[in-house]
């Protein structure tokens, strides 16, 4: 602190407005004077992208007594070895009120000398910032927030973390399946012996999408087979099943997210009146009428009986507790019933936006491209302030985009490693990604739609930027395979497994766009190989330190995969020197003296 005093545990002064907390902090700053508060951060800031940093602010002064510069307040980014700060500036614009600030730093570089530094490991908080004459002022502080964690968030085990999804469905569906054969603790027990490097997995409280199936018998608030149905959860042999699973994922230092479908018990007219009837004579007798309280009370009871085993929820068809006004009020039931749990729960999507605040839409995936969809690119922001993870849902499938889209290289998973974590309003969220092996969720006479390559790349990318990511893997269940993951997936989550558990972990094969694939609105030629003899030529192609032109050019730009300009070459030659870039997949516009322009694309290596 300087020039003031610094108090924590104060009565907030206003809680009629934005901010309702009863305590919050204090600062006194002293009369003439700039004045500041600094903060160690936990973790370095070594990147801004997607940096955001908000607070919420009070000042005693009146408010036709704010005149700059007494209405400023700054955040600060500094290091404690060198001078070279960043700041952004905001103005209080109403007295005694409190107001919400948000920096965003995105526009602003790291100074060479911080990032050789370390990054910026203080933040700090400024008033005044100049040498004008300006009364003593009061501000009251509270919920600082960011899109980078500093303080132990409650998702950050789940950060770096792969993952795999080993569903175990419930109600009679699972007594059909151990009747006919599955053995889905032998499944468990294959993948904690072959993919030991795996950091969670996703398994089942409610079947995929059909909310009345249940995998657990037991629960706290009601005798679910005698007030409701039988068929509802399993029978009385079958009930360990999942609390065995799960446990065997535990004892391997596995983290255990539970799959809810949160969409009531509203499909469950697809598989029998008689359960339909069940459901609504309960509710109507015991609860009033009221769908949302019986339901409500439902999974209050299973998360009691699974909370020792859960590390996780994942909330799936949330839209009509959404619609209903529920949905806030059904996370904070699960978070008082299980506090340590994370959970992930988002109604609606976040797409990539132009400038213009359109879809950024994809036309082809390639020139073998049959669907002409165009579809969006699913960016995974946090979107709501009750997620502490997102969904990781990839553009619907519905919608024409393939599981494995090439969009989700050039956009998705590299705002993901620009900065795993999201902020919105007070809430910073993890990003996940879901994704499907195949070219339907969980169905295994689908085709397989990943390879070893593109699925090592995929989660190579996103562990490294300390997001996270899970395969939707499946189930087999044919012959003597039921109950374990499908042998096509397990073999490319082994080559997974393995490359990250080598001694010198392998890069991933560099990403190249397919022939063909493009935007809406983008030049198919501009990501096509020119290589007929009477067109420019690249050559050698792959490059170790330089490549030639097959004819002098009047200037040539290079951009990385991300369409980051990284070389400009201006004079006319044909040599040109690459050996400071470093290894990967590039791309050279060039522009010749006639005006024909022409875009390669060469591998750095």
Do not use: C
Not at 53 to 64: D, Q, R, V
């Amino acid at each position: 602190v300087s020039n003031g005093t610094f108090s924590t545990d104060v009565s907030n002064p206003d809680n009629t407005g934005i901010n309702t907390n009863s305590i919050v902090s204090r600062f006194k700053r002293n009369e003439s004077t700039s004045a500041h508060i600094s903060f160690g951060l936990k973790s370095p800031i070594t990147k801004t992208t997607n940096l955001k940093i908000g607070l919420k602010a009070h000042i005693s002064l009146a408010t036709e007594d704010l005149k700059n510069p007494n209405t400023r307040i700054r955040i600060y980014l500094g290091n404690s070895t060198v001078s070279s700060d960043i700041y952004i500036q905001k103005h209080f614009s109403i007295g005694q009120t409190w107001q919400a600030f948000e920096f965003n730093f995105s526009d602003l570089e790291i100074p060479n000398d911080v990032i050789n530094a370390g990054g910026f490991d203080i933040l700090r908080i400024s008033f005044i910032n100049a040498n004008n004459p300006a009364a003593a002022a009061t501000y009251h502080l509270d919920s600082i927030y960011g899109s980078l964690d500093q303080t132990g968030h409650i998702a950050s085990w789940l950060a770096g973390s792969w993952g795999i999804t080993f569903p175990v469905y419930g109600g009679e569906r699972l007594d059909s399946e151990i009747k006919g054969g599955y053995n889905l603790l032998a499944g468990a027990q294959e993948v904690v012996d072959e993919l030991p490097a795996v950091g969670h997995v996703i398994t089942n409280l409610s079947y995929f999408a059909h909310s009345h199936y249940f995998t657990l018998r037991q629960n706290s608030n009601v005798d679910v087979a005698t007030e409701i149905h039988e068929a509802l959860i399993p029978s009385v042999a079958n009930e360990n099943i999942i609390f065995e699973v799960m446990q065997k994922f535990k004892d391997d230092g596995k983290k255990v997210i539970l799959y809810i479908s949160t969409n009531y018990l509203d499909r469950a007219i697809n598989d029998g009146a008689d359960i339909e009837a069940a459901w609504i004579n309960y509710y109507t007798n015991n609860f009033a009428g009221d769908e949302y309280a019986a339901y409500r009370n439902l999974i209050e009871g299973f998360i009691l009986q699974v909370k020792d085993y859960a590390d996780g929820y994942w909330l799936d068809t949330t839209a009509e507790l959404n619609k209903d006004g529920n949905i806030e009020d059904f996370v904070q039931m699960i978070r008082d019933a299980d506090p340590g749990a994370i959970i992930s729960a988002q109604p609606n999507g976040a797409y990539f936006k132009d400038e213009n605040g359109n879809n950024i839409l994809v036309d082809s995936d390639g020139l073998d491209d049959d669907d002409d969809t165009n579809y969006k690119i699913v960016s995974f922001e946090g979107v709501n302030v009750y997620q502490d993870f997102t969904s990781g849902h990839v553009t619907p499938l519905g919608q024409g985009a393939p599981p494995n889209s090439w969009a989700y290289e050039e956009f998705t998973i590299p705002e993901m490693e620009d900065n795993p974590w999201s902020m919105f309003e007070e809430n910073t969220v993890l990003k996940h990604a879901w994704f499907p092996i195949r070219e339907k969720w969980h169905v295994s006479s689908q085709p397989i739609v990943f390879g070893i390559e593109d699925a090592y790349r995929f989660a190579k990318r996103i562990i490294d930027g300390n997001a996270a990511v899970t395969f939707a893997t499946t189930i087999n269940d044919v012959n003597n395979g039921k109950g374990y993951m499908m042998d096509d997936e397990m073999i490319i989550m082994k080559a997974i497994n393995d490359r990250l558990l080598s001694s010198s972990v392998p890069d991933y094969e560099p990403y190249v766009r397919p022939e063909g694939a493009h935007l809406v609105g983008e030049t198919l030629s501009a990501y096509t190989n020119i290589t007929e003899t009477n067109k420019l030529i690249l050559f050698p192609n792959i490059v170790n330190q330089n490549f030639k032109l097959s004819k002098e050019i009047s200037s040539a730009i290079i951009y990385n995969i991300k369409g980051q300009k990284v070389l400009t070459f201006k004079s006319n030659q044909t040599f040109f020197d690459v050996s400071m870039l470093t290894d990967g997949v590039y791309l050279i516009k060039t522009l010749e003296k006639n005006g024909n322009r022409q875009i390669f694309k060469f591998i750095k290596q």
